[in-house]
């Protein structure tokens, strides 16, 4: 029989998934979670009520710092590593958070042909429409 193999995860995808996973858990759907860019490590294990709360607490580190709504199913591996890769390209781009008062969704786009326009914008500099 042919041998399986189990997709490898970064360590940080993985810190991320168990964490949102335990908010899940605890009964804290629609708060929000900090995470480390750089290793996902969780901002003190707190979930916040608002995303404003998360930013604020993270003390508006732009450069160091990624934030998580927690939702009703917890999160794969999978979906922490994209999301991971996402952040990073963003970061790596030049984009950073507004203000923490202006409550901006910075999720990624649901439709392949948003994500396809979202990538050719930052790619593009903000040239391509």
């Not at 990073?88 to 649901?110: C, I, K, V, Y």
Request: aromatic share 12%; glycine share 6%; proline share 6%.
């Amino acid at each position: 029989m042919p041998e399986t193999k189990t997709p490898a995860y970064s360590d940080a995808a993985r810190r991320i998934a168990d964490e949102m996973t335990m908010h899940t858990l605890a009964g804290s759907v629609g708060s929000w979670a900090a995470f480390a860019l750089a290793d996902g490590q969780p901002m003190g294990h707190v979930a916040f009520d608002t995303r404003i709360e998360a930013v604020t607490a993270c003390r508006w580190d732009r450069d160091n710092f990624v934030y998580l709504q927690v939702s009703p199913d917890g999160m794969q591996p999978k979906e922490a590593e994209a999301f991971l890769a996402y952040a990073r390209f963003l970061h790596d781009q030049g984009w950073r958070l507004p203000n923490p008062e202006f409550d901006f969704d910075a999720s990624m786009p649901t439709f392949a042909w948003d994500r396809a326009a979202m990538a050719r914008h930052l790619i593009s500099g903000g040239k391509s429409r």
